[in-house]
């Protein structure tokens, strides 16, 4: 069964760095999501991303994240500047286009951890 | 999108059937009832979705009365591999962002 691929499954950065998470979308889809989930916590949507263009993003998501498709596989979430608040678990999620379904695939997940 | 309400947590035993109810009064007359299950340190999973009625998969049910302003979500039989937390989500269209509350603890015990 084909599933979304995160990496790295853990990543410890120093407060300031920028951070690079991946992600490889199941390879027919066509809409991908990032989410982030801070320990405890809900399910937080940063943005929707479609034919290479961000379609929504939340208030979440501000000039500090930018999202890239950079070839026909990969989807990665960039923070320029990491802050202790951006310790979360983040889920790259992605769905094929032309359907009713309310059915997001979602990765394993990116533990980021900024001290 | 509409809000929904859920129990905060639930306890069952292995082979029990659960229900766990969402509210969502506010619902739209073009929203889907979706609910998500997530294990922990992992990423939520699609279950079911319906609009209105019942709907069967191999993994739960979900009834939908006819005003649609609530929802339940039917386990059958349930084993300790369900403990997990259950997701009532209510939106319209496809590839939209999921808006998702706090959620329902469900713990399985023996």
């Known amino acids: 069964e084909p599933e979304v691929t995160q990496t790295p499954s853990h990543q410890v950065t120093q407060m300031g760095q920028e951070v690079i998470l991946r992600c490889v979308p199941i390879?027919?889809?066509?809409?991908f999501y990032w989410y982030r989930q801070i320990l405890g916590q809900k399910v937080e949507f940063l943005v929707s991303f479609y034919n290479n263009e961000i379609s929504e993003k939340s208030e979440i998501f501000d000039d500090q994240f930018s999202v890239e498709r950079p070839d026909g596989s990969n989807f990665t979430l960039k923070i320029r500047s990491t802050k202790l608040e951006d310790s979360a678990m983040y889920f790259c999620a992605s769905t094929e286009a032309g359907t009713d379904s309310y059915e997001q695939y979602f990765g394993p997940g990116t533990r980021l951890t900024v001290t | 999108l509409a809000k929904t309400t859920q129990p905060i947590s639930m306890d069952s035993y292995e082979g029990q059937e659960v229900n766990i109810t969402c509210s969502h009064n506010?619902?739209?007359?073009?929203?889907?009832i979706t609910w998500y299950q997530q294990f922990p340190s992992q990423g939520p999973r699609f279950i079911i979705q319906?609009?209105?009625t019942k709907v069967t998969n191999e993994v739960a049910s979900l009834f939908i009365p006819a005003d649609r302003k609530s929802s339940t979500l039917s386990l059958p039989r349930v084993s300790l591999s369900d403990t997990a937390v259950y997701y009532c989500?209510?939106?319209?269209?496809?590839?939209?962002?999921?808006?998702f509350g706090k959620g329902t603890k469900l713990s399985v015990k023996p």
């Open positions: 506010n619902i739209a007359t073009n929203d889907y």
């Open positions: 989500l209510v939106g319209g269209g496809s590839q939209g962002n999921l808006i």
């Open positions: 390879s027919n889809h066509l809409y």
């Open positions: 319906g609009y209105k």
